[in-house]
């Protein structure tokens, strides 16, 4: 199965991801988690994604369908994929599909995350990101502790895109370009909406349950 987490900034992707790819077993695909390996790579690509990535602004389609056509053509990933943050535009999510149906695989289910601009900046503000094992954490919502985390709290990192201006600017990005695309998998019957307000072990609950009458 192939699933799409979808849904603005500051949603929950990544957190649900982490939780789904745990349980299920699945390769979590983060084109922005790729694209910031990219940009501390320090290259002339790296320096383009870091600026395009800080001023709030998309990354074009091309560089984002190289980063996906190679993990496609990893066989021992076949059907084992959530997307976290991808397809952003109409035509990454075209891509995808033609992409997807070359090597027999299709999207499964697209889990949209639905939480409004005021919730997200807060938490986003509030975001600690692990930059050893890749867990996610929030100052007031999620804090890091030693029953839910194991590695030292230095490793806690703020993103440098997560500061208010920048966020204002994703949270447009989102509405103008990404949004528009629920329809493309509203009109495949893919589309799950999901309350992402809820608490995060709820959201999980009714994503596993989702994930699993798939799997029936
Ligand atoms: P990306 O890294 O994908 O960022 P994003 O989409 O802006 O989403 P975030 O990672 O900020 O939020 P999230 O939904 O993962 O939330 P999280 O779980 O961390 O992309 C960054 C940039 O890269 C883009 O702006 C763009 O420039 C570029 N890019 C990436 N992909 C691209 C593409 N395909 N095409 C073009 N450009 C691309 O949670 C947020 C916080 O909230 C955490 O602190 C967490 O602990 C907390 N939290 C989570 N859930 C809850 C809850 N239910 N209740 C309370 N707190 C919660
Ligand atoms: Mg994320």
Excluded: W
């Amino acid at each position: 199965m192939n699933i799409i987490l979808f849904g603005p900034p500051g949603a929950g992707k990544g957190t649900q991801s982490n939780k789904i790819v745990n349980l299920f077993n699945l390769h979590k695909v983060s084109t922005g988690d790729l694209l910031r390996q990219e940009a501390k790579n320090e290259t002339i690509l790296g320096d383009k994604i870091k600026l395009l990535i800080d001023k709030g602004s998309l990354v074009p389609d091309e560089i984002i369908n190289n980063l996906i056509v190679n993990i496609l053509l990893n066989k021992s990933l076949f059907n084992r994929l959530i997307f976290d943050g991808y397809p952003r535009t109409l035509s990454q999510a075209k891509t995808l599909d033609q992409l997807l149906n070359n090597h027999n695989q299709k999207i499964s289910c697209v889990l949209s995350l639905e939480v409004d601009e005021k919730i997200v900046i807060k938490r986003i503000l509030g975001r600690q990101t692990c930059t050893k094992c890749g867990l996610i954490f929030n100052k007031y919502f999620n804090p890091s502790t030693k029953s839910n985390h194991s590695c030292d709290s230095k490793f806690l990192d703020k993103r440098s895109d997560d500061n208010e201006e920048t966020v204002l600017e994703r949270y447009k990005t989102y509405i103008e370009k990404t949004l528009p695309i629920l329809d493309f998998y509203k009109d495949q019957n893919l589309l799950h909406q999901i309350n992402g307000d809820d608490d995060i072990n709820q959201i999980f609950e009714e994503i596993r349950a989702i994930i699993t009458s798939l799997e029936a």
